[in-house]
T-cell receptor, first 107, second 115 residues
């Protein structure tokens, strides 16, 4: 399984944008880039995924580098409810989770 | 609510006992996954099914673990002769494989404590 590298933790302020980076230099041509998040005491929750083009949905945006070796999850206006562990995962199926980035939002 | 349902939410057992967990996926989803998560770690893949067929089982999964998905609907995960190291959150997820990749929907998990 292709590996991703994420910072262990990040901190941001409420109502500010948050950019969560992910490096995946060994990504293969068929690997989708998935983002999930996990709030305390809950199962992971789908955020967004994409293959080559940037993607937007109501939760976030996904910016994918042209060479696909890195991507960034963008939360446009963070709220306290966005505090969670965010996982960047590669694959088409059977998603393998890493350690993720623990995002703290300051009021 | 048509989300993924897991039962029980919590299970406390004594070492050496057998335990069984149940997962009810979203009804139209043909894939079902089991993951295990310990404190501070990301979810660890255990096994997955497509309909009733078990397609892959992690090498980390010992012979004490078995999963079934009869008729391609709900699934059960059984752990025999539990050990303290089995204490973890067991997560189930379901998905419908599509043309644009796979999107997993997770249940809230079953927290197992082995005393």
């Amino acid at each position: 399984d292709a590996k991703t590298t994420q910072p262990n933790s990040m901190e941001s302020n409420e109502e500010e944008p948050v950019h969560l980076p992910c490096n995946h230099s060994t990504i293969s041509g068929t690997d989708y880039i998935h983002w999930y998040r996990q709030l305390p005491s809950q199962g992971p929750e789908y955020v967004i995924h994409g293959l080559t083009s940037n993607v937007n949905n109501r939760m976030a945006s996904l910016a994918i580098a042209e060479d696909r070796k890195s991507s960034t999850l963008i939360l446009h206006r963070a709220t306290l409810r966005d505090a969670a562990v965010y996982y960047c995962i590669l694959g088409a199926q059977k998603l393998v989770f890493g350690q993720g980035t623990r995002l703290t939002i300051n009021p | 609510d048509t989300g993924v349902s897991q039962n029980p939410r919590h299970k406390i057992t004594k070492r050496g006992q057998n335990v069984t967990f149940r997962c009810d996926p979203i009804s139209e989803h043909n894939r079902l996954y089991w993951y295990r998560q310990t404190l501070g770690q990301g979810p660890e893949f255990l096994t997955y099914f497509q309909n009733e067929a078990q397609l892959e089982k992690s090498r980390l999964l010992s012979d004490r673990f078995s999963a079934e998905r009869p008729k391609g609907s709900f699934s059960t995960l059984e752990i025999q002769r539990t050990e303290q190291g089995d204490s973890a959150m067991y997560l189930c997820a379901s998905s419908q494989m599509g043309a644009e990749g796979e999107k997993l929907f997770f249940g809230s998990g079953t927290q197992l404590s082995v005393l």
